[in-house]
């Protein structure tokens, strides 16, 4: 049986969230880190997840990169396609998810598409157009902050109108909440009317369900993993016992690990602090003359039978004053202790932050894993098929308890 879904992700991270939303709904999920090549092997799933690294690339690469999974996708045969990026719509005016939406609509020939990444769970939801984390609009949270997607505005019409050439509108959330025959004549009106991406609020996981109930082959469905998930149960539904059957899920390996801290959310910082009372830790700092060489030689005094932390976040007074390529640099140096403390070794190695996960994933050569048990909502370790076994937890900067980096290390299976 051919996928139902495929699922194209603009970073890592948020390709494991999705992935672990997809299999919660009772999809078997393949998740492949890295655009697929001719001799990549599909077995038998539900879903396939692709994720690539072009959530900051430049917008005509990140098209290009994304056209080209999306013809793979539809190659093994999936019906329903999916436009995965961040709960907190990480872009600039420049792109990258108004251009890549455009040429996937494009190319899907879907007259719409929902644009909605809602993500209750996580306390990301949509209202009159607005995004919130919590009770704060993205524009007063500490995504403003963000080193490379900035979020000054919260309103997400007026985002991607700057993103993309074609008519955008708003699906409120007084249309939603009158049910799924409301929202199909709202959609049916704004499709007559020449819209071509429609911004949907959503509050709750119901509204997610009957926007994906309602939205179905008329449009192409983007967002975060919340409406993944609503998507995902539906087809599992449709499916009925064709789906989710055989599903074994692998141990965890045992070891030493490592933690691999980049992102500079408010999250991630106070995850940090907890991992620093601990266990040892290094702090990478841009200034340095040796960054790498220091970094391996700490990692060779210190990477034994329990667990490290390498990191580079910081809060926002700290960066004010750092060159512009700072972040490539600690990205590569993170990249390369992660690569060092696995061939010391290490069998665990959790991972903070959606650009530091391409990048460490990449280093370890990693291109497919199976998905496993969730250590915190949307945080899913990976276990790898080759010998032995290399298990990855990649965590959104935004995502995860506070002690979750500690229970990480601890957890054994």
């Given at each position: 049986m051919s996928p139902l879904l495929g699922c194209l992700a603009d970073d890592y991270t948020g390709g494991t969230d999705v992935a672990a939303a997809l299999r919660r709904s009772g999809l078997r999920t393949l998740l492949l880190f890295g655009a697929p090549t001719p001799e990549t092997t599909v077995p038998?799933?539900?879903?396939?997840?692709?994720?690539?690294k072009t959530r900051t690339a430049p917008a005509d690469e990140a098209?290009?990169?994304?056209?080209?999974?999306?013809?793979?996708?539809?190659?093994?045969?999936?019906?329903?396609?999916y436009v995965k990026y961040c709960s907190t719509f990480d872009s600039t005016d420049q792109g990258n998810i108004g251009p890549v939406v455009d040429a996937v609509t494009q190319a899907d020939d879907r007259p719409l598409t929902i644009v909605c990444p809602a993500a209750p769970e996580h306390g990301r939801t949509l209202y009159q157009g607005h995004l919130f984390v919590g009770d704060r609009l993205l524009s007063q949270s500490p995504m403003r902050h963000h080193p490379l997607t900035p979020m000054t505005d919260s309103d997400l019409v007026a985002v991607l109108g700057r993103q993309t050439p074609y008519p955008v509108a708003l699906l409120a959330h007084e249309v939603v909440a009158q049910g799924g025959d409301a929202v199909r004549t709202a959609l049916r009106d704004l499709r007559e009317r020449g819209i071509r991406h429609?911004?949907?609020?959503?509050?709750?996981?119901?509204?997610?369900?009957?926007?994906?109930?309602?939205?179905?082959?008329?449009?192409?469905?983007?967002?975060?993993?919340?409406?993944?998930?609503?998507?995902g149960a539906l087809l599992a539904q449709t499916a009925g016992?064709?789906?989710?059957?055989?599903?074994?899920?692998?141990?965890?390996?045992?070891?030493?690990?490592?933690?691999?801290?980049?992102?500079?959310?408010?999250?991630?910082?106070?995850?940090?602090?907890?991992?620093?009372?601990?266990?040892p830790s290094y702090r990478l700092h841009p200034q340095a003359g040796d960054l790498i060489g220091d970094c391996l030689r700490w990692l060779e005094a210190h990477l034994g039978d329990g667990s490290v932390m390498v990191y580079s976040s910081a809060p926002p007074e700290e960066r004010a004053e750092t060159p512009p390529d700072t972040a490539d640099v600690l990205e590569q140096a993170l990249a390369a202790a992660a690569r060092h403390a696995v061939e010391r070794g290490a069998r665990r190695v959790v991972v903070?932050?959606?650009?530091?996960?391409?990048?460490?994933?990449?280093?370890?050569?990693?291109?497919?894993?199976?998905?496993?048990?969730?250590?915190?909502r949307g945080v899913p370790w990976c276990v790898t098929t080759a010998s032995p076994p290399l298990a990855l937890l990649l965590k959104s900067g935004n995502f995860g308890h506070p002690d979750l980096l500690v229970r990480a290390m601890e957890q054994r299976q």
């Open positions: 038998d799933c539900d879903a396939i997840v692709v994720c690539l098209v290009r990169q994304s056209l080209a999974v999306h013809r793979w996708l539809l190659a093994q045969g999936v019906s329903h396609p429609v911004v949907t609020d959503a509050v709750d996981d119901h509204d997610l369900d009957t926007i994906a109930a309602a939205a179905g082959p008329l449009a192409l469905m983007t967002g975060a993993a919340g409406l993944a998930r609503a998507v016992e064709g789906a989710g059957g055989g599903e074994t899920v692998p141990p965890l390996p045992g070891g030493p690990g490592i933690v691999i801290a980049g992102s500079c959310s408010a999250a991630t910082l106070e995850q940090v602090a907890r991992a620093r009372e601990k266990f903070a932050g959606g650009e530091t996960s391409g990048a460490v994933v990449n280093a370890l050569g990693v291109t497919s894993v199976i998905v496993s048990a969730e250590a915190d």
